[in-house]
Every structure is written in C-alpha cells, then in structure tokens.
C-alpha cells in the first residue's frame, strides 16, 4: 500500500544519506593527503635546503685543519639559517640547532663538541680519518621559533600540524689528506714496448724506470715524449 512504499523510500533516503556521509569522510581524507603531506614534503625539502646551506658555509668558514676558527664558522651558519625561507618566510635561529663537532669518516659518526650558543672549543688531535665539521639541525616543530606546519584539510581527519627535521654535516679536511696525484711522462719508444702491434697493451707489461733521461728496454726517448 502507498503508507508501507512511503516508509520503504524514507528508509531508502536515510541509508543514501549515511553512504554519502562516509564517502565525504573518505574524499576529505584522500584531498588531506594529496594536499597537506604533498605540502609537508614540499617544505621538508625546503628545511634540508636551509640545513645544507648553513652546513656548508658553517664549514666553509672552520679556516684551520689544525685550530679551527668555530666562532666564523657559527657566524657563517646562523647567517645562513636567517637568509633561507619555507613557505615564503625566512627560518629564525629559533628554528636551527647548529653544532660544532668531529665527523669520523670510518665509522660514519658525528660527534658534537659544542653547540654555537655555547662554549666554543678546539678539536685537538684528530685521528687520520676525522675532520672538524658543522651539522645543523632545522626543525618545524611545536618546540621551534616557526612551529610546526599548519595543515589545511588534515584537521578533518584529526591532524592540525605536521612536525618536520632536515639534517645536514659538513666537513673540512687537511690538504695532505687527499690521495695525491703526481703527473709523469712516458716516452714513444718505452710506451711502444708496451703496445701489441694493433695498439692493445701487452697483457701483464711492466716498465721499468732507471732514470728522467734514460727509456726502458735499450731506448733513448730524448725528444720524444
């Protein structure tokens, strides 16, 4: 009868109107992660810019292998920090943790010596394999000068903020720790000894230096390099 396809249709609407609740759910969830973490990856990127950037002059300006200058080098990083932007406003040393320190290059550490708002010291007698280093730290965070990034749509979903950190080191090493490279001639008679007749090298070929002017192999290279 028409009372019992009224009520039949009521009920019909009651259950569309849940299924369109819960796809809203759903679609405002999917618009918070293509919006907000697309957003947060964009400007993760942006603080290890910043932490690169300050990292790096910090350690460009360490001046000495022997006795660092860490006071240019905190001046140089802190400067760096002021002078880079996310989101279109600049960080704040709020925002930065920037340390001086020892970078080990066998084992892949960093071990910190001073923070630049402290005490500076020197890095005395560094092992063959450790070099005097800058890391900087960025953060948006509840506990930073910029706080942490403000989401758009996330809310929704219960996520008002996203808290991000960037990382970055950079060392300086002594110039006698570089694998030296010492340029050396040799000539046309000695380097012919050494080819097979279609230019390939004979296979286990050993030259033999006896003196700057003397070839190898009874040949006189004067002339000929």
């Not at 560094?126 to 942490?148: E, K, N, T, Y």
């Not at 219960?158 to 340029?183: C, M, N």
């Not at 097979?196 to 009874?218: H, L, M, R, W």
Request: proline residues 3%; glycine residues 10%; charged residues 20%.
């Amino acid at each position: 009868n028409r009372m019992s396809g009224f009520r039949r249709r009521a009920k019909e609407r009651g259950a569309a109107i849940l299924l369109v609740a819960g796809s809203l759910v759903v679609l405002v969830g999917m618009t918070a992660f293509a919006v907000d973490i697309g957003r947060a990856m964009v400007v993760r990127g942006e603080l290890q810019n910043v932490a690169d950037a300050s990292a790096l002059a910090g350690a460009s300006r360490i001046g000495n292998y022997f006795e660092q200058d860490w006071a240019s080098a905190c001046d140089a990083a802190e400067a760096a920090v002021t002078e880079n932007t996310t989101e279109g406003n600049n960080m704040l040393l709020g925002d930065a943790d920037i340390e001086t320190g020892v970078w080990s290059d066998s084992l892949q550490t960093f071990t910190p010596l001073a923070a630049c708002n402290g005490t500076l010291v020197n890095a005395d007698d560094l092992p063959a394999d450790s070099f005097p280093a800058v890391r900087v730290i960025m953060h948006r965070d509840a506990g930073s000068a910029s706080g942490a990034m403000q989401t758009f749509f996330a809310p929704v979903i219960g996520t008002d903020e996203i808290e991000l950190t960037a990382e970055s080191i950079a060392v300086i090493a002594a110039a006698s720790t570089g694998k030296a490279t010492i340029p050396f001639v040799i000539g046309a008679c000695s380097l012919a000894g050494a080819l097979n007749a279609d230019g390939s090298p004979k296979i286990g070929y050993q030259f033999t230096v006896v003196s700057a002017q003397e070839g190898t192999e009874g040949c006189a290279d004067e002339g000929q390099w």
